[in-house]
Structure formats: C-alpha cells, structure tokens
C-alpha cells in the first residue's frame, strides 16, 4: 500500500509540505471512533489517533473537524502512549460530502471528506421519485465529486421502463450520467467499476431497498468482512471499534461507509414524502389552533374536511404516521447529535488537554 493508493495527490503533498518539515506523517482518517479517529498509513498501518488541543480550538465549526475521509498531519507518540498519534492539522478538503442538519438549516454536517465519485442508486419501479433524486442530486453536486446515477433491478422492468427512467434521470441533469445495472445478476457491475481505480474514493447513496448493500458487495468481493448493518436511526451498533467506515477495496479504490451516509437515505426520503402530503399541511393552516393534532381538538380543518370527503380518511392516516415518524427522526437525531456530539465533543475536548498537557505540547 501506498499513499497515492489512498488517494494522496499533488495537491495534498503541497498542502503537506509545512508539515513535513516538522517530522509529522501524512495519514487518512478512516473511522470516527468520535473520542478518537482510526488513521491510516501510507505502508497500510492502522493507528488509533486523537486530535491535538489546537485543532479542536481551530475548528469554528463541527464541520471543522477532522471527519472520515479526511487527510491529516500525525505526530506520532511513544511506545506506551495511550493513542498512537496525535493528530496535529487537517489538510484542506478537496471535496466535502455534507448536509445541513434538519431545523436550524445552518449547521453542517459532514458525511465524508474526500470522495472523488459519489453513486446514487435508485429503481425504475416502485422507488422511482424525480423529486426525490433532485434532493439526491443536490447533495452530491455541493460535495464537488463526480456524480453518477445507478438505475438497479433492471431485471424486474420491462427495458422500456428502466429506459424511460434513465431518461428523466437524464432531463433533472444532463450531466449526470446514469447507470443500468441488476445487481443479482452483476449486470453493469463492470460499469461502476468504470469509476474506480486505485486511490479513488467512492460513496453510494440511495433509499432504503434498492440495492446498495449487494452492489457494495460485488464491489467489496468476499474477500473483506463487513460489520452488520447498523441502524443510523437508533444508533445501535454505531461507532463500534472494528467497523471500518473507509474501506480499501480489492482492486484498488475505496469505498466510505458510514453512519452517516445512510442518514442522507432517511433525510432525503422523508422529506420527499411529506412533500406528498402538501395538501394536508395547507388544511392544516385552517385549523383552529396551530398545535391542532386533528384528533378531538375543536375547529379542526383536516377533520371537517375528511368528513365532508374532500380529503381520503386512509390519506389521513398516513399522513398522521408520518408525522409522528417525522418527529420521532427529528428527535432521535437531535439527542443523537447531543449525546454524540456534544457530550463526546465536550469529553474529547477535556481528555485531548489532559493528553496534550501530560506530552507537554
Ligand atoms: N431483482 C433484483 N433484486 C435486487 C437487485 N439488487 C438488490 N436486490 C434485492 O433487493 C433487496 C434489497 O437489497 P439491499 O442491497 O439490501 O438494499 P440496500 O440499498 O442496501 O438497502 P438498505 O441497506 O436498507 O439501505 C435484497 O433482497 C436484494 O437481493 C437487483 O438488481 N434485482
Ligand atoms: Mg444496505
Ligand atoms: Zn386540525
């Protein structure tokens, strides 16, 4: 293994050049453990690292720091150091895979750092949403990677139907170049790998179902373990120690895969789902109290209207599920960014001082 195989460029060694001066070791970010980062080497040595105090006080922002993906300068520690290295800089990113967080719309979120191609996988049946793609489109086209659109399960569709698709995948974005393939039978597999080569970084995004576990499998090969699927939701399973989250695939190549990669999937569609229900939230500015829950409250517009058969009653259900699904998200992510980031954050701040103060930096 090599840096180049990791995706060191020219640009990065310019960027690094200070730092090599100093003694310090270019590595890749490849898991965040958040107290603490999994780092690569340039000879494929794994190291667990933690941020120095001044990269942390650096940072303005949580998308400041250091992120999977991301490249950093590592100031190797002693034999018996509790982390491996302390990382000293983060090297500027040349593309960055984020998302605002819901609600505030300000705070970003970052996915992952570095990716040079990023796959969103779709069908032409059932999961097939224009208004949802723009969304996932959007989201890549911001990261500055090279987007590219994979139509799966081409074998359940007549081929007139995966065309049609293809072609109003090609009308949201002329330059998005859209992918046929059937993943169970590795149809158009190759096509992807078209994509990949040593020392790119690659991301697949998608909904829930489509394929993007058994195309990452045929890419993977059998050759590399992966961890079971975590449910970003609950985040049980999130962060473990061995899961890698960047991986270095057989043929060269890498591919991120993280918690929050899979947290787009849930955003994007959820958004897109409420949107089939505007007509519910219109009626819903009728209502007599702005917390109406359109149960018994008094001068609900919703109820009014379900009885007199202007808005379907099993419409209504639904839409009060999602709701409830919505929030129960919003929820789930808001204690998840607290407890995660915030407590972890706070807990990193204090352990990566008490470290740098015991080194004496
Ligand atoms: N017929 C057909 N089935 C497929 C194809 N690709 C995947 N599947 C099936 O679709 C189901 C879902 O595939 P996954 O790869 O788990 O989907 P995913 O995108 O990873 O889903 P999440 O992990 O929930 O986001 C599995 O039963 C697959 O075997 C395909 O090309 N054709
Ligand atoms: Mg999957
Ligand atoms: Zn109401």
């Known amino acids: ?18 730092y090599q001066a100093k003694g310090w070791q270019p590595a890749r970010l490849i898991r965040d453990n958040k107290i603490s980062y999994g780092a690569l080497l340039g000879d494929g040595a794994e190291l667990e690292v933690i941020m120095s105090g001044a990269v942390y006080h650096e940072a303005q922002t949580d998308a400041d720091l250091p992120s999977v993906g991301d490249w950093v300068a590592l100031e190797m520690g002693e034999e018996n150091d509790e982390y491996d290295a302390v990382i000293r800089a983060r090297l500027p990113r040349q593309t960055c895979l984020s998302r605002k967080a819901p609600g505030k719309g300000t705070e970003e979120q970052v996915i992952a750092a570095n990716v040079d191609v990023v796959f969103v996988v779709t069908e032409a049946g059932q999961d097939f949403n224009p208004r949802r793609m723009e969304r996932y489109y959007a989201v890549m086209q911001r990261s ?19 065309d049609l698709a293809a072609e109003a995948l090609r009308r949201l974005n002329p330059e998005i170049e859209v992918i046929q393939t059937c993943a169970v039978e590795q149809n158009g597999v190759d096509a992807i790998r078209q994509f990949i080569a040593p020392g790119v970084t690659v991301a697949m995004i998608g909904s829930s179902g489509v394929g993007k576990s058994t195309l990452i499998n045929h890419l993977v090969g059998e050759a590399v373990q992966w961890m079971g699927e975590v449910n970003a939701v609950t985040g049980k399973g999130m962060h473990t120690t061995t899961a890698r989250e960047l991986l270095v695939l057989p043929d060269g190549g890498m591919l991120i895969d993280n918690p929050g990669i899979r947290e787009v999937q849930m955003w994007t569609d959820a958004k897109t789902l409420k ?6 939230d219109e009626r819903a500015l009728r209502c007599k109290f702005n917390d109406c829950k359109h149960g018994s409250d008094q001068g609900c517009a919703i109820r009014a209207a379900i009885e007199s058969g202007e808005l379907s009653k099993e419409r209504f259900i639904n839409y009060l599920k999602l709701d409830f699904e919505l929030e129960q998200l919003q929820k789930r992510q808001k204690k998840r960014q607290i407890t995660i980031g915030r407590r972890n954050r706070r807990e990193l701040k204090s352990k990566a001082e008490k470290y740098n103060k015991r080194k004496g930096y």
């Open 1 to 18: 293994m090599t840096l180049e195989s990791l995706g060191w460029n020219a640009r990065c060694a310019e960027h690094f050049e200070d």
């Open 275 to 280: 949107e089939s229900f505007v007509d519910f």
């Open 144 to 162: 500055g990677a090279k987007s590219v659109a994979i139509l799966n399960k081409s074998d359940l569709y007549p081929s007139e139907m995966n």
